[in-house]
Every structure is written in structure tokens, then in C-alpha cells.
């Protein structure tokens, strides 16, 4: 499950001005472990590399997962505290029902 596509330096334009004077620099943590952080040597901001999982913080599956203890009649605590134990994500309620919105439970 774990995408391991790192795109390299040069190869990787900062999503502030679109240089590609682009340096890695250290991690950033989040639900899915380290993310690659990158240093623009033109504008000086920090970004990540979009692999695809940018904007989503968690893999698809989690949320298919998620919806579908949903349609089961698991609360969204139950279903919180689920994905924590077997899955070792931690989402809150909030982003359970966002994702229902979103989704509408057929993810
Ligand atoms: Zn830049």
C-alpha cells in the first residue's frame, strides 16, 4: 500500500513560482509517516511534492473502509476507534462525516 514514487530533484517544480530550483529538505509527518518536505531556492517557501495524495492525508482505502463500517451501522466513534486499531490512522469524527458528505457512503 505504501507508494514510495519520489520525484527528484530538478524534476520537481515548487507549487509557489514554479521553479525548479528545488532542494529536499527534511520530513514532514502525518497519518500515512514521512513526507519529503522541498526547499525552493528561488522563493525560500517550503512545499511537498504532490504524489497524488496531497490534498487527500489519507489512502482511498481507509475512506472505502471507513464508509463501509458506516453502511454497517458503526457509529463515526466506532468507527474512529477502528481505523485506529487495525489501521493505525487516526481521523476524527469530524473528518468521518466529512468524508460521508462527501463520499456519501458508496466510497
Ligand atoms: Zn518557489
Not at 497524488?52 to 473502509?65: N, S
Not at 487495525?86 to 468524508?99: A, C, D, L, N
Request: hydrophobic letters at 35%.
Amino acid at each position: 500500500m505504501a507508494r514510495t514514487s519520489k520525484a527528484q530533484p530538478g524534476s520537481v517544480r515548487c507549487t509557489f513560482c514554479g521553479s525548479a530550483q528545488a532542494v529536499w529538505r527534511g520530513y514532514r509527518y502525518n497519518a500515512l509517516g514521512k513526507k519529503h518536505m522541498m526547499l525552493c531556492k528561488s522563493c525560500g517557501h517550503k512545499f511537498t511534492p504532490d504524489d497524488g495524495y496531497l490534498r487527500m492525508r489519507f489512502m482511498p482505502g481507509i475512506i472505502r473502509k471507513a464508509m463501509e463500517l458506516r453502511r454497517k451501522g458503526y457509529s463515526t466513534a466506532e468507527v474512529k476507534l477502528n481505523l485506529q486499531r487495525q489501521e493505525g490512522v487516526r481521523v476524527s469524527r469530524w473528518t468521518i462525516i466529512k468524508w460521508e458528505r462527501k463520499y456519501g457512503k458508496k466510497a
